[in-house]
C-alpha cells in the first residue's frame, strides 16, 4: 500500500498537449475517481503511472519510488484495462496466475493462491474455463482478481465498467468499492461517469483539456464546484451570469438580469467579478404566486414546459430576460404549463464559480 | 441486392463459372486414375498404372525430392525472414512503414521470368556458375517471404495490444511478453503464412526455369519438359499431388487465420 | 507504447527487418541494377558477353519491327485477358462478397485452391481439354461439328490466362465489394432501379478500388507469363517472356536479352502508370 504522486506531469503528442502539468497526490489506501469527459487526458494519465506513456515532463512516484524511468513490469501496479485484457489462449486460473508467475512464486503457493482468489471473487469451479466462456461479470472479475492476486502497491482501473449493462454496473460498483477497502489498496479510477465517481471516490480529480480543475471530496464537488466548467460537468445545473454586488466571506450578493440575489461562492470572489450562478434543479421550489417563504431568493416566472420523469416533475421556467430555469419538483406539484409561478431557493444553495473566458 | 427469381440466374451464372474455373484441376485428377492413356469421356475405367509409372519414373520422383527439399528449406528461411520483417513493420517501422511494405511485395509484382534471368545472370557475374540448390533456394525466398509477410502482417495487425500491456503490467518483461503472449496468439497466422510458402516454392517455374540445372530439377520444370513432348498420364500424377496439397494448406489456413485475410486490394 | 521502445535497446529492435532487406538488396535490387548493366554491354559468342560499352543492344532492339510486335502483342494479350477476367470474376467476387459466412469459407476454398495448385497443372488441365482430341473437341465432335482449333493459337492461350487469373482478380474485388453497405443496394432498388441499374450506378463504381487493383494485377501477371503461351500456344505466338527466355538461353545473347526485358519493363510501367493516373481521374471525377 502506497501513495500515488504526479508532479507536474506533462504529456505531448505532437503537437497536442493530453496532459497539462497535473499534480495530484493519492494518499495510501484512497480510492481517487480520475473523472472526466472523452479526450480530457485521464486514460493518458492513467497510461504513464502504469508505465506505458512516458511523460514529456514530470515525475510519478509510487511509495518513495520515483518510477518515472522505470518500464511497465517493474513498478507493481495491478491493471485492470477496459477491456479486461484477458489472455485468450490461457484459462481463468492461468490468466490469475500469469502475475505470481512472473515473480517466480513456486507452483504449489501459486495453485493455492489462485484457488483462494477465485473463492473470494465468487468465481470458484470457473478456473478450467476459457475467458470466451464467460460472462461479461466474470470476466470482469478474472480482471479484477488477476491485478489483485500480486499485492500490488497500486491499483489502477481504467473504465473497468464500461462495457457491463447499467445493472451489473451498479453491482459491480460496490463490489470493486468493497474489494478495495478490503485490500485497502491506493486505487486510481478513470471513469467518464460522474456518478460513478461520486458513489465510489474518496476524492474525484476532475480534469478537463488535460489540465486538473478540481480534486476534493464528492460532496464538495458536487456542491462547491470552482469553476463553471465542473458545475456544467458534474450532475444538473442551472447557470446564470450575474456580477459580484457585495461579498462577506463566502456569502455573496449578486447582481443578475433578473435582480440581486443571495448566494454563496469561494473566498477568492470579488466585488465586481463576473460569475456564473450554479443553481441545482432540485434546490429550487416551485410554487404559487401566493406562497411565502422569509430569506429566500425569489424569482417569477411562467412555466413553459412540464415533464413527467417517474419519482420526479421537469419543469422549465421562464423567468424573463432570456432566463429558463430547470426545476425539479416531487410529483404532488400541481403546477400547469402556463401558469404563473415563484421560483424560490435558499441562498445557501445557490453557489457561484467565476466566469471562464470560454 | 438480389431478388428471388435473378437469384436463380445469378446462381446459374456462378455455379457455370466455377464449373469453368475448377473443370482443368478436375480433368487433371481425373486423367490421373484413367485407365487408358487419352482422357475419354465416357471413361474407361479407373486404375493406378500412371501412378505406378510416376513411381518407377527415376526422374520424376528425383525431382518431387528435390521440390519437397527445396520447399522445405526454402519454407523455414522464408518464415523466420518474413515473421521478423512483419513485426518489424508492424511495430517498429514508424514514417518508413509504407514504403517497406511496399519493398516486401515488390518482388511478386515483377516477372517471375525477369527475376531469374536477373538473378542467373547476376550468379554468373559473381563467379557462380553451378548455383543448384543454393540458386534456387534464393531465388525462391524472393517470391516466398512476401507471402509469409503479408499473411503475418494481417495477423499482427489485427492483435490486441492491450494484451501486452497486461502482461508487461505484471511482471513480464519484452522477451516474455512476446514468448508468452504474442507469439501464442500470432502462431496461426506464422503457420499459415509458412504453409503459402512451402505451396508456392513447390509450384514455382518461371524462376526455377533459368535457375534449374541437372541435378537440380524442381518438379515443375521437369513436367514442362516432358509435356513439351509427350502426353501421358504420368504428368497428371504430379498433378494430383500438388491438388491434395493446395487442399491441405488452403483447409489449415481457413482452420487458423481465415482465408478472408488474403483479400487484397482494399476492403 | 512508447515508453517501451525508448531506452530498451532500440537499436536491437531494427536487427528484425535486417534480414528481409539483405534478402531484398541482394537478390533483388542488385540483380536488377546488374541486368540493367549488362545491357549495357556487348554479346559475343565465346562470353555470355565483353565488357564493351554499347547502346546498341537498345537500339537494335528499337529498330527491328520484330520487338515492337511482339510487344505489342504482349501488352494486347495482357489486355484482352484483364478484360474478360474481371468479366469473368466480377460475378464471382460479388457472390462471393454477399454469401453467407458458412457458404464464404466454401467458395474460399474454392477459388484459392486453383491458385495452390499451379499454373503449370492447371495448364496441363487445359491442354487435356483443348486439344484437337481433347474432352471439349470430343463433345463438338458427337455434335457432329468439326473440331475447333482450341490449342496452340492466340485462343488457348487467352482460355488459359483467362482461367489462370481468376482466383486474383475474384480476392481483389470480392473485398472491396464486402465492404459496401448492402442497404445502398437496398435503397437503389426501392428508388425504383432495377438490378442491372443498381449494379452499373451503385455497386460498381464503389467496387472500383478492387476493380482497379485486379485488373492492374491481372495485367501485370499475364504479360509476365511464360508457362501458358509456350504450352497452349506451343511456341507459334511469340510473347515476350518466351522471346527474352530463347534469348538468354537458347541464342546466349544475354545482353540482347536483357535489354528486351528492361524496353518491355519500361513500356508495361508507363502503361500502367498511365492506366492508374486515368483510373484515379475517372475517379476523382464520379467523387
Known sequence: MAEIVLQQLTKRFGDTLAVQELTLRLEAGELVALLGPSGCGKTTTLRMVAGFETPTEGRVLLGDRDVTDEPPERRNCGMVFQNYALFPHLTVEQNVAFGLEMRRLGRADVRRR???????????GLGQRYPRQLSGGQQQRTALARALIINPAVLLLDEPLANLDAKLREEMRFYIRSLQREFSITTLYVTHDQAEALVLADRVAILMHGALEQYDPPEEVYHRPKSAAVAGFIGLTNLLPGRVRTFAGDRLVLDTAAGPIGARGGTALREGDEVLLSLRPEHLEIGDAAAPAAGRNR??????ERTFLGSLIDFRVDV?????????????TKERVGDPVIVSFDAATAWAVPRDGA | MIRRGERQWMNLTVAVLYAFLLAPVVVVALAALNAGTYLRFPPQGLSFRWFVAFANSRTFTDSLRFSLELATIVTAAATVVGTMAALWVVRFAGRFRTTLRVLMIAPLAVPGILTGIALLIFFYGLGWQKTGLGGLVAGHMLICVPYVFLITTAVLIRFDRTLEEAARNLGAGPFQTFWRVTLPLIKGGIISGAVFAFVTSYDEFNISLLLSGVGSTPLPIELFDYLRFSFDPTAAVAGTISIAMALVVVLITQKLVGLESLYFGGG | MASLQRGHRAA?????????????VVLFVLPYLNLFMISLLTPSHQAPYLHVFTLENYLGLARDLLTWEVIGRTLWLGAVTTVICLAVS?????????????????????????????????????????????????????????????MYNTTGILIGLVHVFIPFMVLAIAGTIQSIDPALEFASRSLGAGAWRTFWRVVFPLSMPGVVAGTTLVFVLAISSYVIP???????????????????????????GSAFAIIFFVVSLVVIWSYLRAMGRASRAVG
Request: hydrophobic letters at 50%; glycine letters at 10%.
Open chain 1, 114 to 124: 489462485v484457488a483462494e482468489i477465485l473463492d473470494r471473487v465468487g468465481l470458484r
Open chain 1, 320 to 332: 424573463g430576460h432570456d432566463i429558463v430555469l430547470r426545476v425539479q419538483g416531487h410529483v404532488g
Open chain 3, 230 to 256: 509456350s504450352l497452349l500456344g506451343g511456341f507459334t505466338v511469340l510473347t515476350v517472356p518466351l522471346l527474352v527466355v530463347r534469348t538468354v538461353t537458347e541464342l546466349f545473347n544475354w545482353p540482347g
Open chain 3, 90 to 150: 466480377y460475378p464471382l467476387a460479388y457472390h462471393l462478397a454477399r454469401a453467407s459466412h458458412r457458404l464464404r469459407g466454401v467458395l474460399m476454398i474454392m477459388v484459392i485452391s486453383p491458385l495452390l495448385v499451379g499454373v503449370l497443372i492447371r495448364t496441363y488441365g487445359w491442354m487435356i481439354l483443348l486439344q484437337d482430341t481433347g474432352l471439349v473437341n470430343q463433345f463438338v465432335n458427337a455434335l457432329g461439328l468439326r473440331s475447333l482449333p482450341l
Open chain 1, 299 to 304: 424569482l417569477r416566472g411562467t412555466v413553459r
Open chain 3, 12 to 24: 536491437g529492435r531494427h536487427l528484425l527487418i535486417a534480414p528481409a532487406l539483405a534478402t531484398l
